[in-house]
């Protein structure tokens, strides 16, 4: 529920032109299995299965694919029809979006959200 009010917030702050918060990280939940099986099949090292995003992006999914589909992006994630992983990039596919994590050892960060 935390991550839902937090969207809302910031979408009001974008809408009303204020300052986004200060970069802190939200836990938008966990990469599902068939995600983790692609990166572990093409690295060596370790990787979390836990995915965060910062203000910034939530500001550039909201305007990419709305307040709905942003406040359900555990969903989207969990829900990828197809996942590609090339170094440390992911690139998961949904009906409506493109999503890019960047996979690190202790979190794996949103860096893109395209609408499809």
Do not use: P, W
């Not at 937090?6 to 299995?33: C, F, P, W, Y």
């Not at 942003?70 to 969990?78: D, E, K, S």
């Not at 090339?86 to 690139?91: D, E, F, G, P, R």
């Amino acid at each position: 529920m935390h991550f839902k009010k937090h969207i809302a917030t910031t979408a009001a702050k974008q809408v009303l032109g204020r300052q986004l918060g200060d970069g802190a990280k939200l836990i938008v939940g966990h990469l599902n299995n068939n995600s983790v099986d692609k990166v572990i099949a093409k690295s060596a090292s370790d990787h979390s299965t836990l995915v965060v995003i910062d203000d910034a992006m939530i500001s550039v999914s909201l305007a990419a694919i709305g307040f709905e589909q942003t406040a359900n992006l555990m969903l989207l994630i969990q829900e990828a029809s197809s996942a590609a992983y090339n170094q440390s990039v992911l690139k998961l596919t949904t009906d409506s979006a493109l999503i890019t994590i960047q996979v690190m050892a202790d979190f794996n960060r949103v860096v893109a959200i395209e609408k499809i």
